[in-house]
């Protein structure tokens, strides 16, 4: 279950930067030192050795993407990403179900209404953390009728859990 935190935009963006900055390190790193090792250990001096340099650079991306996911995933210092990572993998799913969604919306389904509700906070949240105000600005019209229509029902407008089992009601009840 994914929850919606208050975050500052401005030091999301900058520890963000910082961390892409320190996996680019890595990466570059890795890459320059197995692209020499395999042109060293392969290699023809004086040759081509492309292939060998090619080798080294995608060995050391599989390096890198390992190390962050299984290393550097859990250190506090990632948090931020992490989070980031978490709350877009979120909006996705709520994206890939996107039509059950607005049939379940569109027929006053409480619990469509309310994956809808974390959908619009999380979008929210995600344009603000990227500095993107012209896209949320185009949904805030949106934003705010469904926020009406939730409050002429009756539900609650804070939603900033997603909740699995509302993915798959709102499948179910749209089938």
Same mark, same amino acid.
């Given at each position: 279950?994914?929850?919606?935190e208050?975050?500052?935009a401005?030091?999301?963006r ?18 320059l ?10 290699g023809?001096a004086?040759?081509?050795?492309? &292939?060998?340099?090619?080798?080294? %650079?995608?060995?050391a991306? %599989? ?6 996911r ?20 979120s909006?996705m ?11 379940? %919306? ?17 979008v ?16 805030l &019209? ?8 939730m409050q ?8 900033? &859990?997603?909740?699995?089992a ?10």
């Amino acid at each position: 279950m994914f929850e919606i935190e208050a975050c500052n935009a401005e030091n999301y963006r900058k520890q963000t930067r910082r961390i892409t900055l320190v996996i680019a390190a890595i990466f570059v790193v890795l890459a320059l030192l197995l692209s020499s090792l395999a042109v060293t250990l392969f290699g023809a001096a004086g040759g081509d050795n492309f &292939r060998w340099n090619l080798a080294g %650079v995608l060995l050391a991306l %599989v390096l890198t993407i390992a190390l962050v996911r299984f290393k550097l995933w859990s250190l506090p210092w990632m948090a931020p990403a992490v989070y980031g990572w978490r709350l877009k993998r979120s909006l996705m799913r709520v994206t890939n179900v996107m039509h059950h969604v607005k049939a379940g %919306v569109a027929a006053g389904d409480p619990t469509a209404m309310k994956l809808l509700r974390f959908y619009h906070l999380g979008v929210t949240q995600m344009y603000q953390l990227d500095g993107n105000s012209s896209d949320l600005s185009q949904m805030l &019209r949106e934003i705010d009728q469904h926020q009406a229509s939730m409050q002429a029902q009756g539900l609650e407008v804070s939603q900033p &859990r997603l909740d699995p089992a509302w993915l798959a009601a709102v499948k179910q009840a749209d089938n």
